[in-house]
């Protein structure tokens, strides 16, 4: 016998897929319920319209990449080599979740606010201490996040779109090396 959360993870994985292959907009409800082998009453049951599912998709997705780069963030004790080795994760992470990268580069979770919230919290708790001792640059978080990661989402974004190559290991370390030329404190 299925179980509701069985149920509610599948048409999640399901409308996961579907959003990413067909896009958000040529999706529907029936779509995801045929896919995810659920009834009609299931499907209401979990999500009133396909909004609340793409909500609910989305927050999936970004919890997993949160819960992923913070970790390995966190491995790192330095501040070059885990502003490096995130931009190297970022990509690596894109392309071995295509389907939650799409989603994601796609647009923003409506309902994310404590989500994003401990993501950021952890992300600072990390950073603060590099830019107190000068080895980074003590800027606005935005921008630190623009400049860390913006490049190389961009990037991601085309070759996950088809309008550009997979970066390479160059191109990648090219975008690393960018990132901690851009937040490193001049010395």
């Known amino acids: 016998m299925t179980t509701a959360t069985g149920t509610r993870e599948r048409l999640i994985e399901s409308a996961l897929h579907r959003f990413a292959g067909d896009g958000v907009l040529a999706t529907t409800l029936e779509d995801v319920r045929g896919d995810a082998g659920a009834s009609v009453g299931a499907v ?5 319209d396909k909004q609340a599912l793409l909500d609910a998709t989305r927050e999936r997705a970004l919890a997993t990449f949160q819960a992923d780069f913070a970790a390995e963030l966190e ?4 501040a070059e080599e885990g502003i490096k080795a995130m931009v190297r994760f970022l990509i690596r992470w894109c392309f071995r979740n295509p389907d939650a990268a799409n989603l994601l580069l796609e647009g923003r979770p409506s309902r994310a606010e404590a989500l994003n919230r401990d993501f950021f919290d952890r992300v600072q708790r990390w950073w603060t201490p590099h830019a107190h001792y000068g080895v980074v640059r ?3 978080f935005v921008l630190v996040y623009v400049i860390w990661l913006g490049p190389a989402l961009e990037v991601t974004r085309h070759a996950l779109g ?6 390479d290991r160059a191109a990648i370390e090219a975008l690393a090396e960018a990132a901690w030329t851009g937040l490193a404190e001049e010395r």
């Open 44 to 48: 209401y049951h979990h999500f009133p």
């Open 75 to 78: 491995r790192h004790a330095g």
């Open 138 to 140: 003590d800027l606005d």
């Open 162 to 167: 088809g309008n550009a190559r997979r970066p």
